[in-house]
């Protein structure tokens, strides 16, 4: 069964074609790579997918429902979540609280219930402390929890952002560059937990790279974006040999340098 | 059982302050002056304490809530003088406020959904537009005075009547603000866009907020109206909004013990500056200017004093077990 499909995707900014024509299907429990060299509209899919951008043609499925028009939150709240390529977390709030934030689509509370503080409503924020704090320790981040998110050292923040986007239990989990700005070291423990992260929790991920490395590791399928078009499908093996792909990284054989 | 016993105090906390509030004036220790200034002091930490939300919390610069206060203010008047029986005045006075508050809160949705498209300077126009719209309209409706202003209203606001809106507003706000509603309220402040990518409903929060923010204000607008006797459509002019960001901005954004804070000072601060005559109306502004260039958080500054949230809140963790500044 196909959790996410994406059909014909078309994208223009102004008069630039940013995406034409992408398509992609994403089977539940696959770990796939989305590739290319910088400027090839890789972000610009994500952003389409979560309903940042609504697609200017084209048709996105996800979990068997239409979802090409759909606000963010609503997407999200479908079983999504997201990381990004500069980290966006909420800065001035702690740790903590930037991961409870996260289920925020899961509190069924009212307005009512929280204005009066009722006992259905202390269930809840207390169940979702709980989960909150068990994240915050499988991350490694329990010394933190407190901690205002800016004051957390770098990998720390990478790491809270994706136990920000895990507490509402996704199904598909985006992930935007998270190897980068990270030494060899970092990106072997990065590789680990993504390789923990889904078997524990049931993932279904799609990565961005730019790290060969993390992408020849962990991807079973790459999809390689030029222009924003797709050039190459098939293994990350594959794709190092291919041509096009070769072509679109390094610039054709043959052809004279240009001074 | 420390739980429950804090629970106590703290409800015991709220019930001894309405008592007191109640005797103190009845035994006739404060003079009328001195009780016309506390009942100044909770209107205004009603007022900011509603702007807060949206200012502090929320981090919309909204430079209009007079317009709420006002809405709320000739409602509740027009519901005294000419809609309730004299005779029930003082019964149906919450009643009376609450009817404000919702008109006020009416009103919220009018700038809660421009909010959905527009933030900073731009929504920050659409607020003042919307207390000048107000302005203009009471100036303009010849039925309830027109600029001459509204009057009849029997004096109805009483400390013990302040000190338990007060107790409410405060109460209401701390409970919206450690849920999950006001954690997102907070997101959007920091990175609206993210937080909608991690599912938070950023359009319902914002009506949530403007809906809470105007209600309380329209409260306020009601108790004013009910000590002065008098309303005309000047008192809401913008110099009032203006004074209400001081109060803000001094006390510090984001923080319910702030709120409190600045509004007292600035409050009392004013009575004491009587003797400068004309040039009162100087130091709020003025004020501004200097607390946004050098303590743009205000003396709390996103922090919140330890008896305002609740006990739970943090899971267990009372202390922060990371060193971090």
Not at chain 2, 142 to 155: H, K, S, T, V
């Amino acid at each position: 069964m196909a959790l996410l499909e994406i059909q014909e995707l078309c994208h223009n900014f102004g008069g630039l074609k940013a995406i034409s024509d992408f398509s992609l299907t994403v089977t539940a429990g696959e770990l796939v790579g989305l590739i290319g060299p910088n400027g090839a509209g890789k972000t610009t899919v994500f952003n389409l997918i979560t309903g940042v951008y609504h697609p200017d043609g084209g048709h996105l499925y996800f979990a068997g429902q239409d979802i090409t028009t759909w606000p963010s939150y609503r997407i999200m709240a479908r079983g999504m979540g997201r990381t990004f390529q500069n980290i966006r977390l909420f800065k001035d709030l702690s740790a903590l609280d930037n991961v409870r934030v996260g289920a925020f689509a899961q509190c069924s509370y009212s307005l009512r219930q929280t204005l009066f503080r009722t006992p259905g409503f202390k269930r809840q924020e207390a169940q979702m402390t709980d989960r909150a704090h068990q994240l915050l320790a499988r991350f490694k981040l329990s010394r933190y929890a407190l901690t205002p998110a800016r004051h957390l050292p770098y990998g720390e923040q990478r790491r809270l952002e994706i136990a920000r986007a895990l507490i509402s239990n996704p199904k598909l989990l985006l992930l935007d560059e998270p190897a980068a700005g990270m030494n060899q070291a970092e990106i072997g423990v990065l590789i680990t937990l993504l390789r923990e992260l889904r078997q524990e929790f049931d993932l279904t991920i799609l990565l961005i790279e730019h790290h060969m490395g993390v992408v020849m590791d962990l991807c079973q399928r790459v999809q390689v974006l030029d222009f924003g078009e797709t050039i190459f499908t098939g293994s990350p093996l594959e794709a190092q040999h291919h041509p096009a792909v070769l072509e679109a990284y390094l610039g054709k054989d043959g052809e004279p340098d240009e001074i | 059982m420390l739980r429950r016993r804090s629970q106590l105090l703290a409800w015991g906390g709220c019930l001894g302050l309405l008592v007191l509030a109640w005797i103190l004036p009845a035994s006739g220790l404060l003079n009328p002056y001195v009780q016309q200034v506390l009942m100044y002091v909770g209107i205004n930490i009603i007022l900011t304490l509603s702007l807060n939300l949206v200012n502090g919390y929320m981090g919309e610069f909204s430079v209009g809530h007079a317009g709420f206060m006002a809405i709320g203010a000739y409602i509740a008047s027009i519901l005294t003088v000419a809609v309730c029986p004299r005779f029930w005045g003082p019964w149906l006075f919450p009643f009376v406020l609450i009817g404000g508050g919702l008109g006020a809160a009416l009103a919220g949705l009018v700038v809660a959904f421009p909010s959905f498209r527009t933030r900073g300077d731009y929504l920050a126009i659409v607020t003042l537009a919307f207390n000048m719209i107000v302005k203009s309209l009471l100036e303009n409706i010849e039925l309830i005075g027109g600029p001459r202003g509204y009057l009849g209203m029997a004096r109805l606001t009483n400390v013990p009547w302040v000190v338990f809106w007060v107790l409410i507003t405060l109460i209401a706000l701390r409970n919206f603000v450690y849920s999950n509603a006001g954690r997102g309220v907070l997101a959007i402040r920091e990175d609206e866009l993210a937080a909608n990518l991690i599912g938070v409903n950023t359009r319902r929060l914002k009506i949530y907020a403007f809906l809470i923010s105007a209600f309380f204000a329209g409260i306020a607008g009601g108790l004013y109206a009910h000590l002065l006797q008098f309303i005309n459509p000047r008192s809401f002019s913008i110099l009032k909004s203006t004074d209400m960001l001081v109060m803000v901005y001094l006390g510090g954004i984001g923080s319910l013990a702030g709120s409190i804070l600045g509004a007292t000072i600035f409050t009392v601060l004013l009575e004491l500056l009587r003797p400068l005559g004309v040039w009162r109306w100087v130091v709020g502004p003025l004020m501004l200017v200097l607390l946004m260039i050098f303590q743009p958080t205000g003396i709390m500054g996103l922090r919140e004093a330890k008896i305002l949230q609740p006990r739970e809140e943090f899971g267990g963790v009372t202390r922060n077990p990371g060193t971090m500044p």
